[in-house]
């Protein structure tokens, strides 16, 4: 292969037709943004529209419910990111945090199939939601089990005893993606229901929902979907289950009258149901300002251009950083990763600090791996190009062997 050039790669971005969406971005100059896969970055419209409803908050007072329609904003929004996942209106709703949506799915999934036991993941599913389901197995005193399996074994481990299969749809530590209807169809031919974590695929990629036959899914705000550090999440139920679905995490707003101040739960209809409390009306606003960075724009070409900066990361890693000692952990097909590549490395939190040190910025998951992350929207090719030549200088210079790149910090 000869060698790639940066004008060569500035050529590339010259013809990207999502070029023009970087623009919708508020971005230091002197900073290559590699964790759009952890945290978004700021949508230029997102302090434009928090002042708008905290003038409007100032003004209307209590109001604004009414005037504004606050009170209307976690299903409006729900219906915008239907489109990003492949599902209908009124199918989805913003609320809450995934960790929490992921609790009141399982006990609706597992009140669904009453009778069966168990919750089926994989091993290596991001920690919280096999947290979440291990508080269940103890919450419920062991009636309900949690099974967990590495992911090729996941079709055969598909037993009648399951309830739910729970999956992240991209693992987070190495990027590689499930697919989501071929596993989907075996947990329905063995009787149970496909709960999928979209945290870490939705706004990177189209998502057929509804096509796949999904039954239940979750998904943060705060990612590819640039709604801000801590942005609600969502959940989706297909249409089939929502006059079915009873949340045991039963809160007012999801009453089918809340303003009638009844104290017998009496479920909403529809998705409005899976709401539990007081919309965070300052949070909806940041990641409205989130999902409009979408607006108009072809999630194929997203795809697309997720998987031509992922294959360029990885051609100039191999060009630039051969003998370093980076071991790729992402599948070798690009094809079936997400829009992060992975490399493993014995010092990769000291390196990891010493590129953020140098402007890129990247992240470290335990215990060994550096994460670079391909926001389409946002990520030149360039940027690709330079983040790899800073990766180059921090391995051959071993500006990593610093005693203030090896002290971790809370959030790494």
Known sequence: MSSITRSAVEAMDAC???????????LPSNVVYLDGNSLGALPVGASARLSE????????LIRGWN????????????????????????????????????????LAALDLRRGRSVILSETDNFPTDLHVAQGLVHMLD??????????PALPGALGRDVAVLMLTHVNYRTGGMHDMAALTAA?????????????????????????????????????F???????????????????RIRPALSGWMGHARPFDFDTTYEPAP????????????????????????FQGVDLALVRAKSLALGTLFRQLVEQECDGFGLRLVSPLDPERCGSQVCYAHAEGYAIMQALIENGVIGDFRAP?????????????????????VALRSVLSTRAWDDPRFRTRALVT
């Not at 062991?142 to 992911?151: N, S, Y």
């Not at 999928?196 to 036959?213: F, N, Q, R, T, V």
Request: net charge neutral; aromatic share 8%; charged share 25%.
């Open 53 to 60: 409803v905290v003038e409007a908050w100032g003004r209307d």
């Open 225 to 243: 979907l640039n709604g801000g550090p801590g942005a609600p999440a969502y959940v989706f139920v297909a249409e089939r289950w929502l006059e």
């Open 16 to 26: 990207d037709p999502l070029a023009s969406c970087r623009a919708r971005f508020a």
């Open 270 to 293: 529809g998705i409005e149901r899976l709401l539990v409390g007081t919309p965070p009306v300052l949070s909806l606003a940041a990641l409205d300002a989130g999902l409009e960075t």
């Open 67 to 106: 005037r504004r329609d606050w009170i209307g904003w976690p299903k409006r929004m729900g219906d915008r990111i239907a489109r990003l996942i492949g599902a209908r209106a009124g199918e989805v709703i913003v609320a809450d945090s995934t960790s929490v949506n992921v609790f009141k799915l399982l």
């Open 368 to 388: 060994n791996v550096l994460r670079f992350g391909f926001a389409p929207l946002y990520v030149r090719h360039v940027d690709v190009f330079d983040a790899v």
């Open 142 to 151: 062991k009636r309900v089990g949690l099974r967990t399996v590495d992911a």
């Open 187 to 223: 947990a329905h031919d063995a009787g149970a229901l496909a709960l999928w974590d979209l945290s870490h695929s939705a706004g990177a990629m189209p998502l057929a929902l509804d096509e796949a036959g999904v039954d239940l899914a979750v998904g943060g705000g705060y990612k």
